[in-house]
């Protein structure tokens, strides 16, 4: 009888559980092509337009639903992040930031425009600053228009002493957001149904930390604003079933990984 109910009960307790990832919405720094890293830019329209009409209808397609959500102390992040919750009924779902999941530093690049830069400095060292595993940007320099709003924003106030950075290679930033994932992955392996909204880089930063990726392979994924990515992990095992997939129109996610990836006009 005893093994008959824990059977027929066993039927009711989930085995699998799926984190979703989204990069914010375009923001007004991403417009003009510009590095944007630790400064604060808001969400430009069309970043509001891409939480509404790319990552909403998505996540709602799928059905997912959410317990909790990560995001970093960035506006772009945390905008789109309400923006989901609300536009999917949902506002009362507890948001995290943490200032571990803010997008790389990107040094003294911060507010340059990517094509600029390749114009003076060639198109192969904008690529090594944006994508190589071990290059940090030069470091930002009191000169830099965005060295005091970024230094002295109080957004960043749980930074604790010493690591406040003034530029972030890919590396640099894998490890920071390293131990933030396996805080995350215990809440998952819990049960918990986890929304991280992130950057660029930190998107990419957890798809290798969950795929196993090499530095080589890494450095080649560009991830689009505002598409859900999916992964699904087995309760009892801990493990990742499958690989992460993408949500919404395959041809719309190419072309805008492919804007990601262009250095720009
Ligand atoms: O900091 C930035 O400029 C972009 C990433 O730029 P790339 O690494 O793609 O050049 O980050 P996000 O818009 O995701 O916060």
Known sequence: ???????????????????????HGESDFNIGNRFCGWHDAPLSAIGVK???TVAVPALLQSKLEFDVVYTSVLSRSRETADMILSNMNCSYVPVKEDWRLSERHYGNLTGERKREVANTYGEDQV??????????PPPIEETNRYYYTICSNPIFDEVPPGHFPNSESMHMCVERVAPMWQEVRQELLKGSKVLMVVHGTVARALVQLIEGLSNDAIEKINIANCVPRVYEFDLTTGKLIGGGINLGNPDYIKRKVAEVAAIGQ
């Open 1 to 23: 009888m005893f093994k008959f109910l824990k059977s027929k009960l066993s039927q009711f307790i989930p085995k699998l559980n799926r984190l979703v990832i989204v990069r």
């Open 50 to 52: 891409e939480a509404l």
């Open 127 to 136: 690529m090594q600053w944006r994508r190589a595993y071990d290059v940090a």
